[in-house]
């Protein structure tokens, strides 16, 4: 009786899956892409491709209502989880994207050593951990943020420009020459950091594109508006 009992169940969840809650809200059952059709209407996914100072960068969702109250619980509450969720999104965005077929590898945007700690995680590092589950790219973590660097609200653009100047290094033994480097980050917002990083990557010989789970608005779709 037992064992007909386990087929029967075994058979109804082959006919009829459990369903597994979405990463976004735990309410609704998830799609396949690990989230709800609720979710992903409210976050009003739209991929883009933009530029930067000559750069060109893809994002996924604008940076308001919904989609930042997410990426505020992630960074600022430790709901770590919704990365897992957002980081396969965005690696089955650059997997139907032809242009990112090229990438080598992806470079988490470091955090300085006292922010780590002070967070206890890299939003940005779980972001590509995510990604790389779903779309095979290795994971370059030779990129460091050397110092400190204060909010960039408020800041004029010069002051800006100091603030980032020599706050990225690459680390000796990787070799960033003629490669294909993605950017990853939660968020866009003045653009800055992902410019000063991009630069020094082109320092060393490599190709920056950029990618982010949310956009803010205020980033300059037309390329030099925002040029340091
Ligand atoms: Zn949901």
């Known amino acids: ?57 893809f994002s996924l969702f604008p940076y308001l209502g919904f989609g930042r109250d997410l990426i505020h619980s992630m960074k600022f509450q430790g709901r770590t989880e919704l990365a897992l969720t957002l980081g396969v999104l965005l690696g089955l965005a650059c997997r139907e994207e032809p242009e990112l077929a090229k990438i080598d590898l992806l470079i988490p945007v470091p955090l300085a050593p006292g922010r780590l700690r002070e967070r206890g995680f890299n939003q940005a590092a779980l972001l590509a951990d995510s990604i790389r589950g779903v779309w095979k790219r290795p994971i370059c973590s030779h990129v460091v943020r050397t110092r400190e660097t204060r909010p960039q609200s408020g800041l004029s653009l010069q002051a800006r420009k100091r603030n980032l100047r020599r706050a990225f290094a690459v680390l000796p033994g990787v070799r960033l020459q003629g490669k294909y480097c993605l950017i990853v980050d939660d968020v866009i917002t003045s653009g800055q950091t992902f410019y000063a990083l991009a630069r020094l990557v082109e320092q060393y010989g490599g190709k920056p594109v950029g990618l982010f789970a949310a956009r803010t608005e205020l980033v300059g779709s037309g390329g030099d508006a925002e040029k340091l």
């Open 1 to 57: 009786m037992k064992l007909l009992r386990e087929w029967v169940q075994a058979l109804e969840e082959l006919l009829f899956p459990p369903e597994v809650p979405c990463g976004l809200c735990r309410e609704r059952p998830s799609l396949d892409v690990g989230a709800c059709q609720s979710c992903l209407d409210a976050l009003g996914i739209r991929w883009e491709k933009r530029v930067l100072g000559g750069y060109p960068y």
